[in-house]
T-cell receptor, first 113, second 119 residues
Framework: AQTVTQSQPEMSVQEAETVTLSCTYD???????LFWYKQPPSRQMILVIR??????QNATENRFSVNFQKAAKSFSLKISDSQLGDAAMYFC??????????FGTGTSLTVIP | NAGVMQNPRHLVRRRGQEARLRCSPM?????VYWYRQLPEEGLKFMVY????????ESGMPKERFSAEFPKEGPSILRIQQVVRGDSAAYFC?????????????????FGSGTQLSVL
C-alpha cells in the first residue's frame, strides 16, 4: 500500500517570509497525482495545489508552489510571502491509479505577525 | 451547485448508542470516501464507495462500523454501540466519475465533517 509521510508536525513562519513543508511518499506506480490540502480551523478541507506525476514541471498556484522530485518520491510545498490566513493544517495526499487517496498526518503551520 | 453536504455537524451519543452520519455528494459525483480524523492526527481512510457498491473498505474496523451508498439518497456511515474511542471528526469526500485519462487529476471535494462525541 502507498504511504505518505509528513515529518514536520509543526512549522512556523514570519509573516511575509517563505516556508517549505515536506512530504515524501512510497509507491511502485508510475502514474499518479499528488495534492496539498489545507485545513483551517473551520475544518473545511481546501485544495491548495496538485501535481501530475508524469509532468516534469513543478505546479504553481500564485504564492504556492511545489518541488516535485519523482525519483526521490518527494513533494514539498513552498509558501511565499506568507499571510496570516495561511495558518492551518496542511495535508499532503497521493492519489493512486486505483482511485484511492492516501493522506499524511499533517503539518500545523503557524504564521507569526 | 451545492458542495458536499454532511449532517449533522455535531453528534453526541452515549456509549452503546448508534451513530448515523450522512453525506450527500456533489451533484453528479458517484464516488464517495469516508475518512476519520482524530485530534492531532491526519485523515485515516475508512471506506470508498460507488453507488450501491463498496469498492474498498480496508480502513473500516471489522466490527460495529458499516457504510452504504444507495442508488437514491445519501451515503450513510453507521457506527453501532459507540465507545469513547469513536469520538472523532468524520469527513466525507466525493469525486466525479470520468474517463481513465481524466480521473487521476480529479480532486476530492470535502464536506465540513461531522464531529462525533461519545459520552
Amino acid at each position: 500500500a502507498q504511504t505518505v509521510t509528513q515529518s514536520q508536525p509543526e512549522m512556523s513562519v514570519q509573516e511575509a517570509e517563505t516556508v517549505t513543508l515536506s512530504c515524501t511518499y512510497d509507491t511502485s506506480e508510475s502514474d499518479y497525482y499528488l495534492f496539498w490540502y489545507k485545513q483551517p480551523p473551520s475544518r473545511q478541507m481546501i485544495l491548495v495545489i496538485r501535481q501530475e506525476a508524469y509532468k516534469q514541471q513543478n505546479a504553481t498556484e500564485n504564492r504556492f508552489s511545489v518541488n516535485f522530485q519523482k525519483a526521490a518520491k518527494s513533494f514539498s510545498l513552498k509558501i511565499s510571502d506568507s499571510q496570516l490566513g495561511d495558518a492551518a493544517m496542511y495535508f499532503c495526499a497521493y492519489r493512486s491509479t486505483g482511485n484511492q487517496f492516501y493522506f499524511g498526518t499533517g503539518t500545523s503551520l503557524t504564521v507569526i505577525p | 451547485n451545492a458542495g458536499v453536504m454532511q449532517n449533522p455537524r455535531h453528534l453526541v451519543r452515549r456509549r452503546g448508542q448508534e451513530a448515523r452520519l450522512r453525506c450527500s455528494p456533489m451533484k453528479g459525483h458517484s464516488h464517495v470516501y469516508w475518512y476519520r480524523q482524530l485530534p492531532e492526527e491526519g485523515l485515516k481512510f475508512m471506506v470508498y464507495l460507488q453507488k450501491e457498491n463498496i469498492i474498498d473498505e480496508s480502513g473500516m474496523p471489522k466490527e460495529r462500523f458499516s457504510a452504504e451508498f444507495p442508488k437514491e439518497g445519501p451515503s450513510i456511515l453507521r457506527i453501532q454501540q459507540v465507545v469513547r474511542g469513536d469520538s472523532a471528526a468524520y469527513f466525507c469526500a466525493s469525486s466525479p466519475s470520468g474517463g481513465v485519462a481524466s480521473r487521476l487529476g480529479e480532486k476530492l471535494f470535502f464536506g465540513s465533517g461531522t464531529q462525533l462525541s461519545v459520552l
